[in-house]
């Protein structure tokens, strides 16, 4: 297996524009979890999803994120319209379903809102 | 949820000595406790993670101590290599679900 696999590694964007990131997780496994990096608050995990279905949003900071998982091996988390603060690293991962075990990370993408 | 506290947030060792980062938690009935690498530019990765039904465990060079009656683990890295120069993270999940809260992280830098 590849890992999981996200897209695009790199996006810059003009503030106010959509953008999507895209997320395929590794074949078989269970959950799905949207994590946001920066150097102010560190790892905070935005979403995540069981059996494609979401669990928890609780972290997804405004209305202005979203997130949608159609099917085993896709997810997306949108911002609209996005803002400079939006800037960070955005990490998918995925596990298995059995409880305490390890999260795959994808390679990240780099997010730079100008 | 789960509250984890990781110090300290760097950590400056030379080459060969020992490094050790500690994690606190919240959540008494959290049962599993993953340490994760991230190199400069990379992706966070599993180094070793312990269960409660054991207090220590050991992978090589790295260690992870548990005592949860004070709720707090620790990472120990022995005879330290500059690979080992990176950002570590301590997580614990909140009891009931999978989510996992992250410390903060410690950069650790081995000094050649």
């Known amino acids: 297996d590849a890992g999981v696999i996200q897209s695009p590694r790199h996006e810059v964007t003009e503030m106010g524009q959509e953008v999507t990131l895209r997320c395929k997780p590794i074949?078989?496994?269970?959950?799905l979890f949207w994590y946001r990096q920066t150097m102010m608050r560190g790892l905070e995990l935005l979403i995540y999803?069981?059996?494609?279905?979401?669990?928890?949003d609780s972290g997804m900071p405004e209305d202005r994120f979203s997130a949608k998982m159609p099917n085993a091996s896709f997810s997306t988390l949108k911002i609209q319209p996005s803002e400079p603060r939006d800037s960070a690293v955005y990490f998918c991962?995925?596990?298995?379903?059995?409880?305490?075990?390890?999260?795959?990370f994808g390679q990240g993408t780099r997010l730079t809102v100008v | 949820g789960e509250n984890v506290e990781q110090h300290p947030s760097t950590l400056s060792v030379q080459e060969g000595d020992s490094a050790v980062i500690k994690c606190t938690y919240s959540?008494?009935?959290?049962?599993?406790f993953p340490w994760y690498k991230q190199e400069l530019g990379k992706r966070p990765q599993l180094i070793i993670d312990?269960?409660?039904?054991?207090g220590e465990k050991k992978d090589q060079r790295i260690a992870v101590t548990l005592n949860k009656t004070a709720k707090h683990f620790s990472l120990h890295i022995t005879e330290t290599q500059p690979e080992d120069s990176a950002v570590y993270f301590c997580?614990?999940?909140?009891?009931?679900?999978?989510?996992?809260?992250f410390g903060a992280g410690t950069t650790v830098t081995v000094r050649a």
């Open positions: 959540d008494s009935a959290s049962n599993y």
């Open positions: 997580a614990a999940p909140t009891s009931n679900d999978y989510k996992l809260s």
């Open positions: 312990i269960r409660s039904n054991v």
């Open positions: 074949s078989g496994h269970d959950y």
């Open positions: 991962a995925s596990s298995s379903g059995t409880p305490n075990t390890e999260a795959f």
């Open positions: 999803f069981n059996n494609n279905v979401p669990i928890d």
